[in-house]
């Protein structure tokens, strides 16, 4: 990772930390992709404990349908690396760890594992909060996988603070 995205990274969660604090929210991530990076950008910041609830590292689908409530047939139909599953995942952290907003991520980091339909560096990020839940479509194109992961870690933090404006 790059010194400037390290610094954005923790800008950012220092940033998310201190508004949530002071919203009074609870945060919890799922994440499939960025394996806890999120949860570790968040948790570097002194005073995360106070917002900052826990999350969920669904690598394998069985983690998503078991502790995340993502059933089957979706992603059996849409695949793990889809809007709905993403949506899924971001409302199941919600409801099973009973925060106020949550962020997920699903995606191909790559080198392998991609297709033309979801090409290397394709991830839908999720927020949920205790009313409403949705995912965004993002393209990392052209990175290696762990530039992709740490982008999906940089765009998850933005959501989230943004779902808190």
């Known amino acids: 990772m790059s010194q400037n995205m390290l610094k954005e990274i923790f800008g950012l969660s220092a940033e998310l930390v201190e508004k949530a604090t002071t919203k009074g929210w ?6 499939s992709c960025t394996g806890g990076l999120i949860g570790a950008a968040i948790t570097a910041t002194s005073g995360s404990s106070a917002m900052f609830k826990g999350g969920i590292i669904a690598y394998d689908n069985q983690i998503k349908t078991k502790l995340l409530a993502v059933p089957p047939s979706t992603i059996g139909k849409y695949g793990a690396v889809s809007e709905i599953v993403a949506t899924r995942m971001a409302a199941g952290a919600v409801e099973r760890l009973n925060v106020d907003l949550a962020v997920a991520v699903t995606g191909v980091a790559g080198p392998g594992g991609g297709s033309e339909e979801k090409p290397v560096g394709t ?8 009313e409403t839940s949705f995912a965004v479509l993002h393209h ?21 603070l943004k779902a808190l404006d």
């Open 140 to 160: 990392f194109a052209d990175m290696s996988r762990n530039k992709v992961r740490d982008a999906t870690c940089l765009e998850a933090l933005k959501a989230l």
């Open 26 to 31: 609870t945060l919890a991530t799922a994440e």
């Open 123 to 130: 991830v839908w990020i999720g927020i949920a909060t205790r």
